[in-house]
Nanobody, 126 residues
Framework: QVQLVESGGGSVQAGGSLRLSCAASGRTFSTYAMGWFRQTPGKEREFVAAFIWGVSRPLYANSVKGRFTISGDNSKKSVTLQMNSLEFEDTAVYYC???????????????????WGQGTQVTVSS
């Protein structure tokens, strides 16, 4: 089992910045990647960014490229999502996720992750 605890989030005006953090505990040695997804009411959960441990490689959704940065600390099995130039459309509940399978194309999809955090609200006012 892997437990994920998120922190950060909150409310900000458009153009502002927020930082989300996620720390994993438990069987963290079994994780191959950690990522962030987001969801708004009535919509499916969507991929935002991921960090692949073995190669320290970040992945981003097109909608956040150039604005969001994901970083990882392998020793602590934690990831941070720095969100800059926030837009109203970034408003959502953000979820941290951990993958305990080897990396393939599903790393950018909800079905590619095995453990989830409780979610943290990000609200961007226009």
């Amino acid at each position: 089992q892997v437990q994920l605890v998120e922190s950060g989030g909150g409310s900000v005006q458009a153009g502002g910045s927020l930082r989300l953090s996620c720390a994993a505990s438990g069987r963290t040695f079994s994780t191959y990647a950690m990522g962030w997804f987001r969801q708004t009411p009535g919509k499916e959960r969507e991929f935002v960014a991921a960090f692949i441990w073995g190669v320290s490689r970040p992945l981003y959704a097109n909608s956040v490229k150039g604005r969001f940065t994901i970083s990882g600390d392998n020793s602590k099995k934690s990831v941070t999502l720095q969100m800059n130039s926030l837009e109203f459309e970034d408003t959502a509940v953000y979820y941290c996720a951990a993958r305990t399978r080897t990396i393939d194309a599903t790393v950018m999809f909800v079905r590619g992750y095995d453990y989830w955090g409780q979610g943290t609200q990000v609200t961007v006012s226009s």
